[in-house]
């Protein structure tokens, strides 16, 4: 069995002795490509992070930005390259999308009345290469980190789904998970920390959708995503609640909302970015920077921030009736909790600040159908009738 966040992380930086080197391995008849940054003495089993890059991108920066790092722990980095992903769609869109992992979605077009189809690189076996990488260290089999990027956060997600035997913990800064794996089952737990702007405009916050010109179904809203995983490993519904102190002019607001499962103390984090784009921030420019967050977050450092309010309680907070017809009566909330209703494509029909402990919310205007109500850490299911 995995063991969980095993090594001190307050004692496990050093600054110096990473070597980095370009390798490349011949799999499935394709040569492979990945920088690997090694710690000082890998004739001990080390830790091991993969940082996975995102759609179109290279690996250069990602090796600049750990090499640049003063703090960071006496690991292994591994950066791996994806291969080129074409898309054709007739009469709308031709393009070399440049690299592009296999996260295990498709493209979902809305043309006509028949939706496009497009396999993401299904052809590509990333997950298996990405093992092979893993293979081929002297790793610490209880300290194996999947993190990355836009498509490397869904990327990072299919590994942590598919793999969870393997991996302790997973970091995804604005990817989801692909829509082909919403029904796919983890057969271990793993630490998932999720990072998403709300005004991110190629991956929606909302719904998972790809900016592709038209938006395009491929995977989960940011809270769903977080709801998957939190089901998955069994955590505690009601979080504890973190604000990150406001240190730079960049007009974002971060929190943090963390769940546990008390049996096995496996954690479920989530960084919510109020008016956050689809860009990987960094100190001293915003509040917080993000590649400290995931290092700190796989090294065992789970609240970060200063606490604020308590959350609503799913066991105290009531909404009804339901079905509905014209008034929705939210009753236990705190007053400046906000309401959200989605409909069953993902998409935001209603959002209301809630200003009383007991609310009544006018949905007359809806069509019939099934929603979603989400009140910070709740969410139920009604029906509009």
């Not at 040569?31 to 290279?58: C, Q, S, Y």
């Not at 049996?263 to 921030?281: C, L, M, P």
Request: overall charge negative; charged content about 15%; aromatic content about 12%.
């Amino acid at each position: 069995m995995k063991k969980f966040f095993l090594f001190v992380f307050a004692v496990a930086f050093v600054a110096t002795g990473f070597a980095q080197t370009l390798k490349t391995m011949t799999f499935a008849g394709q040569e492979r490509a990945w920088i690997e940054i090694a710690p000082a003495n890998t004739g001990v089993a080390k830790p091991v992070m993969f940082l996975l890059h995102g759609l179109g991108d290279t690996i250069s920066d990602y090796a600049e930005m750990v090499q640049t790092y003063a703090n960071k722990p006496d690991w292994y980095y591994i950066i791996p390259q994806a291969l080129h992903f074409n898309v054709d769609i007739p009469g709308v869109f031709s393009q070399d999308m440049g690299p592009a992992w296999n996260v295990g979605a498709t493209i979902d077009v809305p043309l006509g009345t028949e939706p496009l189809v497009m396999p993401i690189n299904a052809e590509i076996d990333d997950p298996g290469f990405l093992l092979a990488i893993l293979d081929s260290l002297n790793a610490d089999k209880d300290s194996v980190f999947f993190s990355g990027f836009s498509l490397g956060g869904f990327m990072s997600n299919r590994m942590g789904i598919e793999h969870s035997s393997r991996i302790n913990a997973i970091a995804s800064v604005s990817g989801t998970i692909g829509n082909n794996l919403y029904d796919s089952i983890p057969t271990a737990p793993v630490h998932v920390l999720h990072i998403h702007g709300t005004a991110d405009d190629i991956i929606s916050y909302a719904d998972g959708s790809l900016n592709m010109l038209v938006q395009v179904n491929i995977g989960l809203g940011a809270e769903a995503c977080v709801d998957f995983w939190i089901n998955h490993n069994a955590c505690d519904t009601v979080p504890s609640l973190y604000a990150y102190p406001n240190t730079a002019d960049d007009d974002l607001t971060f929190e943090r909302y963390n769940y546990t499962n008390p049996d096995n103390q496996t954690r479920v984090s989530f960084i919510k970015v109020e008016n956050g784009a689809h860009e990987w921030y960094k100190q001293p420019a915003h509040d917080i920077d993000y590649f400290k967050e995931v290092v700190k977050f796989f090294g065992g450092v789970f609240g970060s921030g200063v606490p604020v309010r308590q959350l609503a309680n799913s066991n105290t907070c009531t909404i009804y009736p339901n079905p509905v017809s014209n008034t929705l009566h939210v009753k236990g909330t705190t007053p400046g909790m906000l309401l959200q209703i989605y409909n069953i494509l993902g998409s935001k029909v209603l959002e209301t600040k809630l200003e009383q402990t007991e609310n009544s919310i006018n949905v007359s205007f809806l069509p019939k159908g099934l929603y979603l109500v989400k009140i910070e850490n709740i969410t139920r299911k009604i029906v509009i009738q």
